[in-house]
């Protein structure tokens, strides 16, 4: 016990402090590179065609993407900021639809790339020397710029995230270099079902066989201010 006691004391040392009044601006900008993970959420009906086939949707395997933006943080005090990330997304899923009776496969290839403007409240704990954990939560409209027709499943442009996340500040010499992990939900059905586009009309049993699609997202960033 007694030796216990300096132990602890000297893990709660204070140390010198890289960058000390950074935290302080009224303002101030940095940007992030990533990589993260899309999934795709299907609500397959079991629509049945004229010729006895049921199909359904899913995603059996994740690809990794990439992520670049920009950042604006607002102080607003101690503990609380107010963020602004422009953000590109870049990524792919491959959906597989498979027929119940006969084991048939068919497969989509949706390439994205995503415009996002998230808006975040940043919660963060006291600093402690070089480094401060953080929450944040935040809402993240979205545009799709790679939307392709004549394929099996039509997807919106437009889409809308809910986006929460957790992070850390260290405090280097010259810069903060802040890790974040961030999980994105959207509250929005991105399937279309009016299939003007179709030239092959054998695709509309895929849109009919799914009633919903709702897109999730992680993301690993690596922020740099």
């Not at 030796?3 to 303002?27: C, G, H, M, T």
């Not at 491959?94 to 994205?112: D, Y």
């Not at 979205?142 to 809910?162: G, H």
Request: a positive charge.
């Amino acid at each position: 016990m007694a030796f216990s006691l300096p132990i602890a004391i000297v893990a709660q040392e204070r140390k010198l402090q890289n960058k000390p009044y950074i935290d302080y601006r009224r303002l101030h900008y940095g940007f992030f590179v990533g990589v993260h993970m899309q999934d795709m959420e299907f609500a397959n009906n079991g629509f049945v065609t004229e010729n006895g086939e049921s199909w359904f949707a899913d995603i059996p395997n994740y690809n990794p993407g990439f992520s670049v933006g920009v950042l604006a943080d607002l102080r607003l005090n101690t503990y609380l900021s107010l963020r602004l990330i422009p953000t590109m997304h870049f990524g792919q899923n491959s959906i597989v639809f498979r027929e119940q009776n006969s084991g048939e496969q068919s497969r989509q290839l949706v390439k994205t790339t995503y415009i996002s403007l998230p808006v975040h409240v940043k919660f963060a704990a006291e600093r402690f020397n070089n480094y401060r954990p953080y929450v944040t939560a935040g809402v993240s409209p979205m545009v799709n710029l790679t939307v392709k027709k004549q394929k099996q499943l039509l997807l919106k442009r437009f889409d809308f995230m809910v986006e929460v996340g957790a992070g850390c500040d260290f405090y280097l010499p010259f810069f903060k270099l802040i890790p974040e992990v961030k999980f994105a939900f959207s509250l929005l059905d991105v399937l279309q079902k009016e299939r003007k586009d179709l030239l092959d009309a054998n695709y509309l049993k895929f849109t009919q066989s799914v009633d919903k699609v709702v897109s999730k997202m992680i993301i690993l960033s690596f922020y740099f201010e």
